[in-house]
C-alpha cells in the first residue's frame, strides 16, 4: 500500500474504518497506528470515534496497546463538546451493558444517574424518571381506561395513575391518560353538583337554576330556604286536597315560610293548610259533643237509679 492508514487524515482514518468491515490484520495496524499518531500529536482532536478504534483493538495483555487505551480514554475526555456525538455514546453505553450486565457497578450506576440529571435539567423536567415503575403504569392504565371511557373512573383512581405517571416517567403528560382521568373525574363531579341540587318541583328547578350565578353565603342560604319551601308544599298539596293534612304538617309549613319569607302569605297555601286544620278540628270538637251524654240527662238517671233503690230497701 503505497499510502499508509497512519499517514491519512484523521476523519479519513475514521471513515475507513467505519465503511470497511472486512480489514485484514496489516490494516488494522496501521489503522491504531494512526489513531495513536493523533493522540500524540494532535491530541486535541482526538474524537469518540478514535477511542473506540482503540478500545476495539486492544490485545489483552498488551501493556503498550493498555497504556494507548488509557491515554486514549484521558484525550477524549479532553476533546472539544462539538466533536461529541450524545446519541452515539447513549447508544454505546446501552449495547456495553447488554454485551456485560454484570460489569455494571454501584459507581457505574451513580455516574448514570448523575448524567440523566443533567439530561433533564437539560430538557426542563427536574424529576427523576423510575423505569421500574412502567410495568405498574400499564397494569393501572389497561385497568382505568374504560372506566375515563364510561365516565366511572373516582378521584383516587385518577389520583393514583397521575402518581404512578408521575413516578414512572418524572412528569405526567399534557393531555395524556392520567389527565384525561382528572378531566372526567371533574366532569361528573360537576354533574353531580347540578343534579343534588335540583329539586323534585318545577319551581324547585327554575329556582335553582336562576341561583347559579349567586355565589355568596347569604345568597346562598337564602336560596336553600326557597327550595326547601318549595319542596314542602309539593308534598302538602296533595294531603290538602286529599284531606289528609296533619296539624305537624301545617305548623311545618308554616314554620319553613316564615323563615322564608319572615311572613306567612295571607290566601297561601300555608294559610290555607293552618285553616283547614283548625276547621277539621273544630268539626272534631262538634261531632263530640253532639254524641255524648247530656249532664241533665246523667244527673236524671242518677237520681232515678237512687229512688228505685230506696223502694226496694223499704219492700225488704
Given at each position: 500500500?503505497?499510502?499508509?492508514?497512519?499517514?491519512?487524515p484523521?476523519?479519513?482514518?475514521?471513515?475507513?474504518?467505519?465503511?470497511?468491515?472486512h480489514?485484514?490484520?496489516?490494516e488494522?495496524?496501521?489503522?491504531?497506528?494512526?489513531v495513536?499518531?493523533?493522540?500524540?500529536?494532535?491530541?486535541?482532536?482526538?474524537?469518540?470515534d478514535?477511542a473506540?478504534?482503540?478500545?476495539?483493538?486492544?490485545?489483552?495483555?498488551?501493556e503498550n496497546?493498555?497504556?494507548s487505551?488509557?491515554?486514549?480514554?484521558?484525550a477524549?475526555?479532553?476533546?472539544?463538546?462539538k466533536?461529541?456525538?450524545?446519541?452515539?455514546?447513549?447508544?454505546?453505553?446501552?449495547a456495553?451493558?447488554?454485551?456485560?450486565?454484570?460489569?455494571?457497578?454501584?459507581?457505574?450506576?451513580?455516574t448514570?444517574?448523575?448524567?440523566?440529571?443533567?439530561?433533564q435539567k437539560?430538557v426542563?423536567?427536574?424529576?427523576?424518571?423510575?423505569?421500574?415503575v412502567?410495568?405498574?403504569?400499564?397494569?393501572e392504565?389497561?385497568?382505568?381506561?374504560?372506566?375515563?371511557s364510561?365516565?366511572?373512573?373516582t378521584k383516587?383512581?385518577?389520583?393514583?395513575?397521575?402518581?404512578l405517571?408521575?413516578?414512572a416517567?418524572?412528569?405526567?403528560?399534557?393531555g395524556?391518560?392520567?389527565?384525561?382521568a382528572?378531566?372526567?373525574?371533574?366532569?361528573?363531579?360537576?354533574?353531580?353538583?347540578?343534579?343534588?341540587?335540583s329539586?323534585?318541583s318545577?319551581?324547585?328547578?327554575?329556582?335553582?337554576?336562576?341561583?347559579?350565578?349567586?355565589?355568596?353565603?347569604?345568597q346562598?342560604?337564602?336560596q336553600?330556604?326557597?327550595?326547601?319551601?318549595?319542596?314542602a308544599?309539593?308534598?302538602?298539596?296533595?294531603?290538602?286536597?286529599?284531606?289528609?293534612?296533619?296539624?305537624?304538617d301545617?305548623?311545618?309549613?308554616?314554620?319553613?315560610e316564615?323563615?322564608a319569607?319572615?311572613?306567612?302569605?295571607?290566601g297561601?297555601?300555608?294559610?290555607?293548610?293552618?285553616?283547614?286544620?283548625?276547621?277539621?278540628c273544630?268539626?272534631?270538637?262538634?261531632?263530640?259533643?253532639?254524641?255524648?251524654?247530656?249532664?241533665?240527662?246523667?244527673?236524671?238517671?242518677?237520681?232515678?237509679?237512687?229512688?228505685?233503690?230506696?223502694?226496694?230497701?223499704?219492700?225488704?
Amino acid at each position: 500500500m503505497s499510502d499508509t492508514i497512519s499517514e491519512k487524515p484523521a476523519s479519513e482514518v475514521s471513515s475507513k474504518f467505519f465503511n470497511d468491515a472486512h480489514l485484514d490484520e496489516h490494516e488494522i495496524k496501521e489503522l491504531t497506528d494512526g489513531v495513536l499518531s493523533k493522540l500524540n500529536n494532535d491530541p486535541g482532536s482526538f474524537t469518540t470515534d478514535d477511542a473506540r478504534i482503540l478500545s476495539e483493538h486492544v490485545v489483552e495483555g498488551d501493556e503498550n496497546a493498555n497504556l494507548s487505551l488509557g491515554l486514549a480514554h484521558r484525550a477524549s475526555l479532553l476533546t472539544p463538546v462539538k466533536n461529541l456525538n450524545l446519541r452515539t455514546a447513549v447508544e454505546d453505553l446501552h449495547a456495553a451493558v447488554d454485551a456485560a450486565p454484570m460489569a455494571v457497578t454501584t459507581e457505574v450506576l451513580r455516574t448514570t444517574q448523575s448524567i440523566v440529571s443533567k439530561m433533564q435539567k437539560a430538557v426542563g423536567h427536574t424529576n427523576a424518571p423510575h423505569p421500574e415503575v412502567e410495568a405498574e403504569l400499564q397494569e393501572e392504565i389497561a385497568r382505568i381506561e374504560p372506566k375515563i371511557s364510561r365516565g366511572t373512573v373516582t378521584k383516587a383512581e385518577a389520583d393514583r395513575l397521575h402518581s404512578l405517571e408521575a413516578r414512572a416517567h418524572g412528569h405526567t403528560e399534557k393531555g395524556g391518560i392520567a389527565a384525561a382521568a382528572q378531566s372526567a373525574v371533574a366532569k361528573r363531579e360537576r354533574q353531580l353538583s347540578l343534579s343534588s341540587g335540583s329539586g323534585s318541583s318545577p319551581n324547585s328547578g327554575r329556582s335553582r337554576a336562576n341561583s347559579r350565578t349567586f355565589t355568596s353565603p347569604k345568597q346562598q342560604s337564602r336560596q336553600d330556604k326557597e327550595d326547601n319551601l318549595h319542596q314542602a308544599e309539593a308534598a302538602i298539596k296533595p294531603k290538602i286536597e286529599q284531606g289528609t293534612i296533619t296539624e305537624e304538617d301545617a305548623d311545618n309549613l308554616h314554620s319553613l315560610e316564615m323563615r322564608a319569607h319572615g311572613h306567612v302569605q295571607k290566601g297561601g297555601l300555608s294559610a290555607t293548610a293552618q285553616s283547614f286544620v283548625s276547621r277539621r278540628c273544630e268539626e272534631s270538637l262538634s261531632d263530640a259533643s253532639s254524641t255524648s251524654p247530656r249532664l241533665s240527662e246523667v244527673d236524671g238517671d242518677k237520681d232515678s237509679l237512687a229512688s228505685e233503690n230506696n223502694e226496694s230497701a223499704i219492700a225488704a
